[in-house]
Each structure stands twice: as C-alpha cells, then as structure tokens.
C-alpha cells in the first residue's frame, strides 16, 4: 500500500449547516410538546406517521429513544440525544435521509409570552458536490418545521393577548 501523494486532512470533510428562528406567540410550554414529544408531529407537520421504535431515558421520548417519522412510507430514523425539556431536544438521524453525522438541535426559548424556536442542523454530504443542495433542503425543512410548530401552537393557544 502506498501513502497519498498529497495528505488528506484530519478529521470530517465538508461540513455543512442549516438553522431557522421562528417565533411564535404560544407560551413554551404549548410548543415544547409538540417538537419533544415524537407522536405529537402527525398532529402539526406533513409527516403521516409518527413513533418510537425504541424509548428513550428518563421517559419515552427521552435520551436514547428512537423516533421514525414517515410520509406515503418514506422517511427517517433518528435518535435522541439530547432532551432537556422544555427548551432543548437534540437529534441525530441514523437512517433515511441522503446525509452523514445529521445533528439537530432545537432549542424553545420563553420570548415574552410567546416561544422563539431555534432549529439548527449541522450535517457532512454523502454524495460529493451536494452539500449546497442540501444547505437548502435541510434549511427549507427546519424552517418549515418551526413554523408549522409555532403556528400549530397559536391555534391551539388562542389569539395574542
């Protein structure tokens, strides 16, 4: 075996991130549930299958739960590893989505009487040359996922006071 003309660098290549900040005028305790609590997402996203297939510590939903979320049987496989509620969930996706080391992290923050939600992702491509594709993807996602959140939220919450 020869070594590499040129040395290839240390640790992970093409590092790539994604976030969006949504706020929305239901209190944290409203909006926590429905990000840190798996089966609650059919009730407020387009996925139309929510579950854990393993649970998690010190609850179902917690550290170590494995959530799988589909739409029409397409979907992934996550496992949390963070779960702080009700302000932080952390996730990693194990399965399902065209990325490697997939880390999210989402955070609710007590903004007034409302929530701000911050959904960032950090990610490495799988296949070169799509990284900038998927800076958009995964930003489009998280987006809409705060803000399907936030907005399922002030339904159930009410009008602003």
Do not use: N
Request: aromatic share 8%.
């Amino acid at each position: 075996m020869t070594e590499p003309a040129v040395p290839l660098p240390a640790g992970p290549r093409g590092r790539w991130s994604a976030g969006a900040r949504v706020r929305s005028s239901a209190p944290v305790d409203e909006v926590w549930p429905l990000i840190g609590e798996a089966h609650r997402w059919t009730e407020w996203s387009f996925l139309d299958r929510a579950e854990l297939e393993r649970e998690g510590t010190p609850v179902p939903d917690g550290v170590g739960a494995l959530r799988r979320f589909t739409r029409h049987g397409v979907g992934s496989l996550e496992e949390v590893v963070a779960y702080e509620p009700p302000h932080h969930l952390g996730y990693a996706i194990l399965k399902g989505f065209p990325v490697r080391h997939y880390r999210a992290d989402v955070t609710c923050t007590p903004d007034g009487s409302g929530t701000v939600i911050a959904w960032s992702a950090t990610f490495d491509e799988k296949i070169p040359g799509t990284g900038h594709l998927m800076v958009l993807v995964v930003g489009r996602l998280v987006r809409g996922f705060a803000t399907a959140a936030a907005r399922f939220a002030e339904q159930q919450h009410g009008p602003p006071a």
